[in-house]
């Protein structure tokens, strides 16, 4: 993979966008032969059952708690059976004495800011917490919401590098208002990596209300080769979701932090209160705006959470990186 060095994290050295695999033997790969071409029909059959017809009904006919028993079903036909699932410094056995404000919930305005490598991210979002999924842009702190569907082909399309028109976007705290009592998702990543570092965040964390609870949320996988860093994998997705007997979900979340930054008045000293662009020359401007260091700050301190909990680092590769990474890997696959 020497040739694809150039899209190495200078710092850290680490490959984010390259695909993982398992080696397996003769013996396992037909055992891996069997389970997919006994699984692989069921799954899709499911699959459109659900999207066509299930996904499309209203609430008071599938309620929330059989709509997850749907989700979980979803989920165990490629043997993803066990999730383990912990609190950032909490003790194992100890999740049941927690306060629920330690959990993303329908009665503390959340809004989840969750990792992305798999289209299993959102699947798996969805079965535990039921959230309104939203796509994030980079250099705007606007979103678009998107079905549970749209969420999960996004982990398998190309990096979008501009938003779409403002007509189809909203914002953190308009969806907060709209739906306080469901969850909001956001993956500000923008695009899926490997698993093995965080890419520099979109700022549409920076429109949620500074009384919403932002959780960072790391979901990462054993074995890790179900991750969709190159876009369009469909069938090697397919292929290594459906022939291996089980999947292990790894899921840790962060204590939740706030974006105070939307509660702190406007300042008529600068075109972000008072925040002089020259003073860091690195930030980006957004929607037409520098960032303030309190904004950049929150940005940090949830990218910082999930390259903790997913014991992996921050990398500078950008989405344009990573659109230029398909465009070699493509050209070296032909």
């Known amino acids: 993979m020497e040739k694809y060095s150039q899209f190495r994290d200078r710092g850290s ?25 006994f699984r692989l029909p069921l799954f899709l059959s499911y699959s459109a059952l659900f999207f066509l017809f299930l996904d499309n009904f209203p609430s008071f006919l599938i309620p929330q708690v059989l709509r997850k028993l749907l989700l979980w079903t979803f989920l165990g036909i490629p043997g993803i059976w066990w999730v383990d699932l912990q609190l ?30 798999s289209p299993i991210d959102a699947l798996y979002l969805a079965a535990i917490f039921d959230p309104v999924f939203t796509v994030s842009f980079p250099g705007t702190r606007k979103v678009q919401r998107v079905s549970l ?94 022939s291996r007997p089980t999947h292990l979900i790894r899921v840790r979340i962060a204590e939740s932090v706030s974006n105070y930054s939307a509660a702190a008045p406007p300042s008529d000293d600068g075109p972000a209160r008072g925040f002089d662009p020259r003073d860091r020359p690195g930030d980006e401007d957004v929607d037409g705006d ?10 940090d301190k ?4 999930l390259a903790r909990l997913a014991r992996n680092k921050r990398v500078g590769l950008t989405l344009r990186d990573k659109a230029a990474f398909v465009s070699a890997w493509n050209k070296g696959k032909r």
């Open 149 to 242: 569907l749209r969420a999960i082909l996004l982990a398998l399309s190309p990096p979008t590098l501009s938003p779409p028109p403002p007509q189809n976007l909203t914002t953190l705290r308009a969806l907060v208002d709209q739906y306080p009592h469901r969850v909001i998702a956001v993956f500000p990543e923008m695009s899926t990596t490997n698993g093995k570092g965080i890419l520099p965040f979109s700022p549409s964390l920076l429109s949620a209300p500074a009384d919403a609870k932002i959780f960072p949320i790391s979901i990462r996988y054993t074995p890790p080769d179900i991750t969709t860093p190159i876009p369009g994998a469909y069938v090697s997705f397919l292929w290594k979701l459906l």
């Open 13 to 37: 050295g680490i490959s984010p966008f390259i695909p993982s695999s398992t080696p397996s033997s003769t013996l396992s790969s037909l055992v891996h032969v069997a389970l997919f071409l």
């Open 302 to 305: 949830v990218a910082d959470d």
């Open 88 to 117: 950032d410094g909490v003790k194992r056995g100890s999740l049941s004495q927690q306060p629920s404000s330690r959990f993303p919930g329908n009665t503390n305005r959340s809004i989840i800011a969750a990792q992305f490598t």
């Open 290 to 299: 520098p960032l303030a260091p309190d904004e950049r700050a929150l940005l």
